[in-house]
């Protein structure tokens, strides 16, 4: 799903509030944190992604890998945070703007 700018600037007026859920260290995306990411996304819809490697094209690599696994949308990063969303089709939590 790639929602429009005005859905992009609502999901992050709501993720303004929010804090990390999922840290990603030194060793990187494991089975287990991908598990527990796709359990945290489907819950919750909108989450923040916290990751804590090297440079930056590290991180940029890790956050386009949990992207492309989960079918998730990045919302925003800044720094080493991101912000990704992905609709739950069975219980929709956020209702996003149409235009």
Known sequence: MNPSESQKKY?????HQ????IFVADGGLTESL???FETTLE???LIKVK????DRSARDAI????????GA?????IG??????????DKKKIKLPTR
């Open 73 to 77: 949308a990045l919302i925003q990063r």
């Open 34 to 36: 991908l598990a527990e």
């Open 63 to 70: 956050i386009a890998d949990m992207c492309d696994t989960s």
């Open 43 to 45: 819950h919750h819809e």
């Open 18 to 21: 929010l804090k990390p859920t």
């Open 11 to 15: 999901l992050r007026g709501l993720g």
């Open 80 to 89: 080493n945070v991101a912000l990704l969303y992905r609709q739950n089709p």
């Open 51 to 54: 990751v804590r490697v090297g």
